[in-house]
């Protein structure tokens, strides 16, 4: 595929998966996880464009399977959710409705027939297994991974798709990583056909500053994930973050542009300015979910807020109606609506906020709505409750109903390393647990 701007890589992809449905072409596609957060944005973007942009073995121009398609595992309406994401965009010329979203599928019930199964091939970033429906239809077409996650074990290596599953701080650290030589092999052949009055160095310069872009969207991922730097840094985070940077200094109208520290602070601000969006959004918009070998399904919104935060906010959004609501308390009803909706087992939210001291704070609510799991998560506290630094909350009076008291326990986590990507591991294992 010829280079093109970010913004026109995206529209081809849409346009792609209409013509892979049309005629029933093979198509490749690159999705992050379900949250769909900064993290999977980049990183599925970075990876396919790289991947669309140079020659593959096997592989004909103008075909579908010439292009790998980022899609965000959302909606199209839930872009809106995540406010990062308007701040990062017009750093990289796309528009929010460029993003290419699961809106862009047929509807899931006709997905198997319209987008059959054997022409279409998967490969996750920032996750190691395809969960939900898609999963169901696609799980044994995932030919590739790239994840910082722990790892499941459920897709096997394949010939001619990177399968690198590490710990790292952000997932777009090991893309960059991933995506390195054929990036260069890109930008040399671009430089030597300059050279030769192939191409106008004007062309060239245009690519640089479309590679600055693309490095700015893996930079946002890795500052975000590692809070400037600062934390769960990995030798990968560095290298990418050292690579990246060169990319952005080799585009002189980039580069003028972009300055780290005040980069980064424009995105934090994006990401925890959640005023403008009620409890059940809050709840939804950095969510996961997981269903377990004896069906129990766990779920975990993570929030960038205080629980006495969240409260705050819920009881101000809405009216108090005691008579229709079940606990009297928009928090709860909000949590509850939000769990009894996707047919949780056990609910939890983890947060992650600084103080006005700058000192970063977590908490971990868990409320078990199924009492066949009360044991598993007796279990849980009993293993993990010292190496997470459990500690009873008393920020506020939670007002939890008499009958629920033993199901929502809510707790200070002082090791505020550990965060769902560690936590989430440790709850599942206590779920399987016979």
Request: net charge neutral; with cysteine.
């Amino acid at each position: 595929m010829p280079r093109q701007p970010l913004r026109q890589f995206l529209l081809l992809g849409k346009s792609t998966i209409q013509k892979a449905i049309r005629e029933s072409q093979m198509i490749t596609f690159v999705i992050g996880n379900e949250a769909a957060d900064l993290d999977s944005l980049a990183s599925s973007i970075l990876f396919a464009y790289i991947c669309s942009s140079v020659p593959r073995p096997g592989w004909r121009p103008g075909t579908t399977n010439a292009v790998y398609v980022p899609i965000l595992n959302i909606p199209a309406a839930d872009v809106r959710l995540r406010p990062e994401f308007l701040a990062l965009l017009p750093h990289t010329d796309v528009h929010p409705s460029d993003l290419i979203t699961l809106d862009d599928l047929p509807p899931v019930s006709e997905l198997p027939k319209k987008l059959k199964p054997e022409n279409a091939r998967w490969i996750l970033v920032d996750h190691n297994v395809l969960q939900g429906r898609l999963g169901e239809i696609y799980g044994s077409r995932v030919f590739g991974v790239i994840d910082h996650h722990e790892d499941e074990f459920v897709v096997p290596k394949t010939e001619g798709e990177p399968r690198l599953v590490r710990n790292s701080g952000s997932c777009a650290s090991l893309v960059a990583q991933v995506c390195w030589r054929d990036w260069e092999r890109l930008i040399a052949s671009e430089e030597e056909l300059a050279q030769h009055g192939m191409i106008a160095k004007a062309h060239v310069a245009d690519k640089r500053r479309w590679d600055a872009q693309l490095a700015k969207l893996a930079l946002a991922a890795i500052l975000i994930d590692t809070a400037n730097l600062t934390m769960k840094l990995t030798q990968y985070d560095i290298a990418a973050m050292q690579y990246l940077t060169v990319k952005i200094a080799n585009s002189a109208f980039s580069a003028i542009r972009y300055r780290r520290n005040a980069f980064y602070g424009e995105l934090r601000a994006a990401k925890e300015h959640l005023d403008g969006l009620e409890m059940r959004d809050i709840l939804r918009k950095d969510y996961k979910e997981w269903t377990e070998k004896n069906q129990k399904k766990v779920g975990i919104s993570s929030v960038v807020k205080s629980l006495s935060w969240q409260m705050e906010h819920a009881e101000s959004e809405t009216p108090r109606c005691d008579d229709g609501d079940k606990y009297g308390n928009v928090f709860l009803d909000s949590c509850h609506n939000h769990a009894r909706s996707r047919n949780l087992s056990v609910f939890a939210i983890m947060t992650a906020f600084t103080e006005s001291d700058g000192r970063l704070q977590r908490e971990l609510l868990i409320w078990v709505l199924d009492p066949d799991c009360a044991d598993h998560m007796k279990e849980f506290i009993q293993a993990n409750k010292e190496e997470l630094g459990l500690e009873h909350w008393r920020e506020r009076h939670l007002m939890v109903p008499k009958e629920e008291r033993d199901r929502i326990i809510v707790w200070k986590q002082k090791d505020v390393l550990k965060s769902r990507k560690q936590v989430a591991p440790l709850l599942r294992q206590s779920m399987n647990n016979a």
